[in-house]
Each structure stands twice: as C-alpha cells, then as structure tokens.
C-alpha cells in the first residue's frame, strides 16, 4: 500500500481479554517500530525490528505485552490480560532501515479498556 | 541510551508571531535529530532532520531547526506562525554510534491563535 496502515482503528475490550493489534508496513521497509501514545504520556517506545536482527524488546512495560513480525512484513503486538492503564492510542512505523531514515508512521489503533 | 526533553507541555503564539519549540538531547555519541509533527486525529509525520554539516536545517511548512552542539539543543522555529500550525510537535534523537533506535520526546502542543 501507499502507506503505513493499522488496524482495527478503534478497539474496545474488557479487562482481563487478549487483543491483538496489526500493522502493515510500507513495502520494502526493514525497520518497523511501536509506540505507544497516552494522554499526557507523550510517545513512548515499545519495540523494534530490524530486518531479520533480534528485535529491540527494552521499551515494553511489561510480560504482558509482545509483539512478532512475521515474513519481515507484517507486525502483531498481543497484550494479554489488558488492564485500563493500557488505553492508548498503539501507533506503528516504518522505515527503509534505521539510523538517519524517516520513520512513516499508521493512523494508530485507539484502544480503550473498561 | 539516548533520551529527548521537550521542557514546555503547551506554547501558545498569536498568528503572524515567531514561533520556538525548545528541545534539548543527551547522547553518549554524535546525534542524529529529528522533528516530527502530529495534527488533530493524524498519524505523526516527518518534519525535519539534523544528520550532519550546517547547523540550520530546513523543513517543510516553513519551519527551521538549528543544531547547538555545545547547548545539547535543537529547537524549532519558523518566522512567521500560522493558526493551521497549531498541532502536536515530537523531538526526536538517535546516537549515531548506537545500535538502538530513535527515542522520542513527550511532545509540545502548540496553539496559534489568530
């Protein structure tokens, strides 16, 4: 695609239930990040793939939290056991590789949990 | 590891004034820095980059960014604000020796008021 697309857009669960969330990235892209985005929080880094490298896993918050990269393309970040503190916006970019290239980011999937 | 402040939650400008973003960086090596901005319900889009070489860098929409070493700091700018300016503003570095990834401040939200 032209860009960089997530979804669902919007996701509302329980507390307590696993949610998935993807990303697909822009095509020929190695690098593909997450963020997560809360109000007043800022952006904070959740992890990292580059190419067929370990990923870069220092930014989850917790055990809860995990995300895999399959085929070097499409990207799913799994939370498990969702606890309200982990509404946010999830927001995923791309990029031709690391170091001095722009990162694309998706719209972003809103997740709310009650 | 590499880190970003953007000391000012809110700056609010009238139109037609200059406007200043302040960001300061702290690496253990030489920086790569970036700007990022995000309006109302967007993903966040590149804006300008610092790599290497002049220490004024240039963007899109007008805006500028100088590189000061010495002052750990990379501050956006533009001459002249515009009300459609007025958006969520993300510094953002990376350690040029490092193989971790780009770390992103907790943002600044800028109000142009007419």
């Known amino acids: 695609g032209a860009g960089v697309s997530q979804s669902p857009s919007n996701k509302v669960t329980e507390k307590g239930k696993d949610v998935e969330l993807r990303c697909d990235p822009i095509?020929?892209?190695?690098?593909l990040y997450w963020y997560r985005q809360s109000l007043g929080q800022g952006l904070e880094f959740l992890i990292y793939f580059q190419g067929n490298s370990a990923p870069d896993k220092s930014g989850l918050p917790s055990d809860r939290f995990s995300a895999e990269r399959t085929g070097g393309s499409v990207s799913t970040l799994t939370i498990q056991r969702t606890q309200q503190e982990d509404s946010a916006v999830y927001l995923c970019?791309?990029?031709?590789?690391?170091?001095?290239?722009?990162?694309?980011f998706g719209a972003g999937t809103r997740l709310s949990v009650l | 590891a590499q880190s970003v402040a953007q000391p000012e939650d809110q700056v609010n400008v009238a139109e037609g004034n200059p406007l200043t973003v302040k960001c300061t960086y702290s690496?253990?090596?030489?920086?790569?820095l970036f700007w990022y901005v995000q309006y109302p319900n967007r993903g966040l889009q590149f804006l300008l980059k610092y790599i290497t070489g002049d220490n004024l860098v240039k963007g899109s929409y007008g805006f500028e960014a100088e590189f000061n070493k010495s002052q750990t700091s990379f501050h956006l700018k533009k001459p002249s604000a515009l009300v459609s300016d007025s958006a969520l503003y993300f510094c953002a570095v990376r350690d040029k020796n490092s193989n971790n990834d780009m770390r992103f401040g907790a943002g600044t939200r800028l109000t142009v008021k007419p």
């Open positions: 970019a791309s990029s031709l590789a690391s170091g001095v290239n722009i990162q694309y």
């Open positions: 690496v253990s090596g030489n920086p790569y």
């Open positions: 095509s020929g892209h190695t690098a």
